[in-house]
């Protein structure tokens, strides 16, 4: 059987469906799996071993240039690619319109969210067969949920795993615990100020661990030079592919994190990983892992620097008492 996933974005939802597809690779192994993403996660849905063919959409690029005779061409020969897939089954795990049209045009039937639970009730319009999910529940379970209606199994969601694998590489002269600051991320009102980074930076560096950062634009490349100066130990890793950024992250000791995605894919390799929420609410998208806790600022309030440390220092200390009993 072959089944295509269409999740195209963003990054916290692609690895948020991952544990769906690791239920289904083990329950169902005889079903291949296919992936259409944006062209900017494709790295991403590599890192899972039970994926195997990547399609790759521009729709964020194509939206900017409607009316280019180039960005036809390249929807064209999506659907020319997914039609000659024939695929037997489309999992939109998205449900947005925009997912529920890209689905569409690999000419199979598609299974979705129904109305009442999809994200967006338009996108029902056009699947098969839909299935209610209670839209109340972690988008991870919701997924979880989904596959295993629409592929007939039923998930254990007394366990989690994500079945991503880091990619290969590491940081050349680096020895000992790191651990990563993601500081970049997509809204003003997500990011904790520099300050408090570099108060974390240097209280790491206290307690004998290299703090790593890096930077994808020019703002951000500034708060990370920040973090640097302010705390010499601290490794700045120049912008970097994304999948050279994910290797260093698969090999830190710990990571600390904005809500954005990186984070989550720091929770899906299962590091001990302390996500700060500022502005979002975790409950329902928050990260997700063995060894993952999210921060939450009270109304009016702040998360500070020495609370970080603390549950950092909490998380790497249940992950490794977890490793000496295995």
């Known amino acids: 059987m072959k089944v295509l996933i269409v999740k195209t974005s963003s990054m916290g939802d692609v690895i948020h469906t991952f544990p769906a597809v690791e239920d289904a690779s083990l329950v169902r192994p005889d079903i291949s799996f296919d992936w259409c993403v944006e062209e900017a996660f494709a790295g991403i849905v590599a890192l899972h071993p039970a994926i195997g063919r990547i399609h ?22 999506l659907r020319r690619t997914l039609r000659s897939c024939h695929y ?14 890209v689905a569409r045009q690999a000419g199979a039937p598609i299974a979705g969210f ?5 994200r967006e009730p338009s996108a029902t319009l056009f699947y098969d067969v839909t299935y209610s999910v209670p ?3 972690h988008a991870i379970e919701r997924t979880r949920r989904l596959f295993g209606l629409a592929l007939g199994y039923q998930p254990d969601l007394s366990t989690l795993n994500s079945g991503i694998v880091p990619p290969a590489g590491t940081i050349a002269n680096i020895r000992g615990k790191t651990a990563f600051l993601l500081h970049g991320t997509s809204r003003e009102d997500k990011k904790w100020p520099v300050e408090d980074w570099i108060g974390t930076a240097r209280l790491l560096v206290d307690r004998g661990m290299t703090p790593v950062t890096t930077w994808s634009n020019e703002r951000e490349k500034i708060v990370a030079e920040a973090i640097g100066k302010a705390a010499p130990s601290t490794v700045v890793v120049p912008k970097s592919p994304l999948a050279d950024i994910a290797a260093i992250l698969g090999r830190s000791t710990l990571v600390i994190g904005a809500d954005t995605g990186l984070t989550h894919l720091a929770s899906g390799f299962g590091l001990p990983t302390v996500a700060v929420f500022l502005a979002t609410e975790p409950g329902l998208t928050g990260p997700r892992g063995p060894y993952a806790s999210t921060l939450l600022a009270a109304p009016g309030g702040r998360v500070v620097p020495a609370e970080v440390i603390a549950e950092a220092e909490r998380l790497m200390e249940l992950s490794q008492a977890n490793i000496g009993e295995d």
């Open 88 to 101: 037997d089954l489309v999992i939109d795990a998205q449900g947005l319109l925009k997912s529920a049209l």
């Open 135 to 137: 839209r109340d529940l």
């Open 56 to 77: 790759t959409v521009a729709i964020r690029r194509w939206r900017k240039a409607l009316f280019n005779g180039g960005t036809w061409r390249e929807a064209a020969a």
């Open 114 to 118: 129904d109305r009442s639970s999809a």
